[in-house]
């Protein structure tokens, strides 16, 4: 059966009498039953608002992803920097522990069949020379724990005299003075090339110049020219120590005073101020 315009007339206004009076009711009326039915009418839409969602996301982000996101970048970069230190410091560790092994076997090798003690340490701080020190002094890390006595000696390379132990060692730390400010030493003094045998070298007496280096005089027969070595043979010295390089000849004058002898100026065969690395090294058993 056909339905005229007049029953579609009757329906519109039968829903303009029913908005009325929705409109008339208070709001605890409306409250509840209301959004579920905007819940229905919407229900076609969902699927348009959730493609429409999507393809805002994807052609401007969120705020709050872009923040995420950045953090993200920023805790990754962090970690990556944090691993790249930690493998820089365990190969600087690596590195140091070699260096010491490698110092600590050249100073026992050098006295085979000899107990010495060896104990490496650093120079913390290098005071330079001063009114009461003219060769300065060196604050060492290693103390009494670690070994230390007064009297080791500090070396360099395994072949050469830094310092001298002095003064009654801390726990954890010890003051050595460098070698020319060590009193006088007794060497033996051979040629660049060392060819000379030990029983023919001719032997001196160092002694403190008051700049860090040495003066030595001896006879013109002895031949001593520049560039000539001085090597510890002093008996008041631990015997871990003899034979060590301790200075080098710089120059070498007849003395205007006697002129049948020679006067030799001497530099420490190590700046010992610039030695950061050091062995101390002392006679097992006993006094150093």
């Given at each position: 059966m056909a339905r005229g315009p007049f029953h579609h007339d009757r329906v519109w206004r039968l829903a303009l009498a029913a908005a009325l009076l929705v409109s008339l009711l208070p709001a605890r009326a409306l409250s509840?039953?209301?959004?579920?039915?905007?819940?229905l009418l919407t229900l076609p839409l969902v699927p348009v608002q959730h493609a429409g969602r999507l393809a805002a996301g994807w052609i401007r982000p969120s705020v709050s992803d872009t923040y995420a996101e950045r953090e993200a970048s920023e805790t990754l970069a962090m970690e990556r920097n944090e691993a790249r230190a930690l493998y820089r410091r365990l190969e600087l560790e690596n590195d140091r522990l070699r260096r010491e092994i490698e110092m600590l076997s050249a100073a026992t090798s050098?006295?085979?069949g000899l107990a010495i003690r060896a104990v490496?340490?650093?120079a913390v701080v290098a005071n330079p020379p001063g009114p009461r020190s003219g060769a300065g002094t060196l604050k060492l890390n290693a103390g009494v724990r670690q070994g230390v006595e007064a009297g080791m000696v500090a070396t360099r390379d395994g072949d050469t005299v830094v310092g001298r132990v002095v003064g009654t060692p801390a726990a954890?730390?010890?003051d050595a003075v460098p070698v020319g400010g060590a009193g006088a030493i007794e060497v033996v003094l051979l040629p660049p090339d060392e060819a000379t045998e030990l029983g023919r070298a001719p032997r001196g007496m160092l002694k403190p110049d008051g700049r860090g280096?040495?003066?030595c005089d001896l006879g013109q027969s002895s031949g001593v020219a520049v560039g000539w070595?001085?090597?510890l043979a002093d008996e008041r010295w631990p015997r871990a120590a003899q034979g060590l390089r301790v200075a080098t000849v710089t120059a070498a004058a007849p003395l205007e005073t006697s002129p049948l002898h020679t006067r030799l100026q001497l530099a420490p065969a190590a700046n010992p101020l610039e030695s950061v690395e050091v062995v101390l090294v002392g006679d097992a058993g006993g006094e150093p």
């Open positions: 509840g039953w209301t959004g579920e039915v905007a819940s050098r006295s085979p490496r340490a650093s954890l730390s010890s280096g040495f003066t070595t001085a090597r």
